[in-house]
């Protein structure tokens, strides 16, 4: 089954400092994978997806950027932070090539909660 | 644009009360729809889907077409029911998938 694996669970950042979170993905490939944040009191919020080795579609503007460097890994970046960018992180994937409806199915991580002091 | 509306953030019921957390999508093609849930320190996992037809934990969800509605349903809630929900809908073809906001049901003793 597919995992992910996402990393650090729980980060404290000062301003202006910069910021990588890592998420990879094990037992399945060409997945499209998502970062999303989710803000205190807010729902799930699409930031970023890929559905392939350096394609990245954003779907906000915002402080943050992804990569995609590897088809199993998936990269959210920030040069400064902003205390505004505080909120939880989640990686989710979903399985890429040919799968039926009943396997179109979202995998996610743990999560990286994010703390910009 | 493809879009799945939660209209409410904040649901709150009595335990044995019926329940419906509200779904409504924007998609001109042929939707699928599912329901998550994330339950309190765990992660976001897959509740049921529209196209199994299937009860899962005594929730259930039906399609309407007509009014672009998924709406999550169940008769009798329970404490352990208290949860964040997602709508989702997955574009079959761009195999791409946009969440709702989410609803924090709280099921109350």
């Known amino acids: 089954s597919q995992t992910i694996h996402q990393w650090p669970a729980t980060l404290v950042q000062p301003v202006g400092s910069p910021l990588s979170l890592e998420c990879t993905v094990e037992g399945t490939s060409n997945p499209n994978l998502y970062w999303y944040r989710q803000a205190a009191g807010r729902g799930l919020q699409l930031l970023f997806y890929?559905?392939?080795?350096?394609?990245i579609s954003s779907e906000v503007p915002q402080n943050l950027s992804a990569s995609r460097p590897q088809d199993r890994q998936f990269i959210l970046s920030s040069k400064k932070l902003l205390l505004s960018d505080s909120g939880f992180y989640l990686c989710?994937?979903?399985?890429?090539?040919?799968?039926?409806?009943?396997?179109?199915?979202?995998?996610f991580g743990q999560g990286t909660r994010l703390t910009v002091v | 644009a493809q879009r799945v509306t939660q209209p409410e953030k904040l649901l709150s019921v009595f335990k044995g009360a019926p329940v419906e957390l509200k779904c409504n999508y924007s998609?001109?093609?042929?939707?699928?729809l599912f329901w998550y849930v994330q339950y309190s320190r765990q992660r976001l996992q897959l509740l049921l889907r529209?196209?199994s037809r299937e009860s899962i934990k005594g929730f259930t969800a039906d399609l309407n077409k007509g009014e672009t509605s998924f709406h999550l349903k169940k008769p009798f809630a329970q404490e352990e029911d208290s949860a964040m929900y997602y709508c989702?809908?997955?574009?079959?073809?761009?195999?791409?998938?946009?969440f709702g906001a989410g609803t924090r049901l709280t099921v109350k003793p």
């Open positions: 998609y001109s093609g042929s939707p699928e």
């Open positions: 989702a809908l997955s574009l079959y073809n761009n195999n791409d998938m946009r």
């Open positions: 890929s559905v392939g080795i350096g394609q």
């Open positions: 989710a994937g979903l399985r890429g090539g040919q799968g039926s409806f009943l396997e179109t199915e979202a995998f």
């Open positions: 529209h196209i």
